[in-house]
């Protein structure tokens, strides 16, 4: 089995393969102060909901977004599984070319998605990433990443309306039934899903627009469940592509 570690800066997302089959898939908060042997100990009882042991682990990829939780999932890959981890990063064999100007500059998470996304769709294609950024990747019809857009993300969006206004509250983030709020919260609602939702159509609209062609959409993070419901758009809402890519890449190097 494949134990895939999706390390992002507000949740950390682990995923167990059996061949080509996701068993399962859990979603963490991110907490830079755990050592490898807490970790482990989260690990294992994700595991006990399975009924796998460590023994049944024999590879282990990581796509990290945050260098010092990198080293943790590393070592406790190394302490715990008896295994070398394969890093996520440009060096590696990808299957796609990257035309980034700076290749080592493309998150982790980013070659993921793309990977998994022209494997599974080809191109040309554009992946959002709900995550605490919103990205924006494209793939080309040759398989070339061609690079994309990052923009505040819906949670971020939402976090920093709170801690910067003293009179706006921390709210749940989701679709309000009207566009034109009758309270604080639904005012606030609406501006930061539809906000984000209208940012995402216009542009994916744009990127149409400059590649000369219609591409496919696929949504992935953890509101693009909410999005794929809400947006006009044929998205295909995909929201364990990083860990599929993750897989795709394990695959190719090990």
């Not at 100990?41 to 939780?69: A, C, Y």
């Amino acid at each position: 089995m494949l134990l895939a570690v999706d390390i992002g800066n507000t949740h950390i997302v682990i995923g167990v393969f059996k061949n080509e089959k996701l068993l399962s898939h859990w979603r963490l908060s991110s907490n830079i102060t755990r050592t490898e042997d807490e970790s482990f100990l989260v690990v294992k009882l994700l595991f006990d909901q399975i009924n796998i042991t460590p023994r049944d682990i024999s590879g282990v990829v990581i796509s990290s977004v945050v260098p010092n939780f990198t080293n943790v999932y590393r070592l406790l890959s190394i302490k715990y599984f008896n295994t070398r981890p394969i890093i996520i990063s440009s060096d590696l064999k990808l299957g796609i070319k990257i035309k980034y100007d700076n290749p080592k500059a493309v998150g982790a998470d980013r070659l993921c998605n793309a990977v998994a996304t022209y494997r599974k769709y080809g191109g040309p294609s554009i992946v959002v990433d709900f995550g605490t950024a919103t990205t924006f990747d494209v793939i080309s019809k040759k398989g070339e990443y061609l690079g994309g857009v990052i923009a505040p993300g819906i949670e971020t969006a939402g976090g920093e309306l709170h801690r910067r206004a003293a009179q706006l509250p921390k709210i749940e983030l989701k679709f309000p039934k009207n566009i034109i709020g009758k309270n604080t919260i639904e005012s606030m609602q609406a501006g930061i899903l539809y906000g984000a939702l209208d940012a995402m159509e216009g542009i994916i609209k744009r990127i149409e627009t400059e590649l000369g062609s219609k591409a496919k959409l696929i949504a992935t993070g953890g509101y693009s469940k909410l999005m794929c419901m809400e947006s006009k758009l044929k998205l295909n809402c995909e929201p364990s592509l990083v860990l599929e890519g993750a897989k795709l890449i394990y695959e190719l190097n090990r």
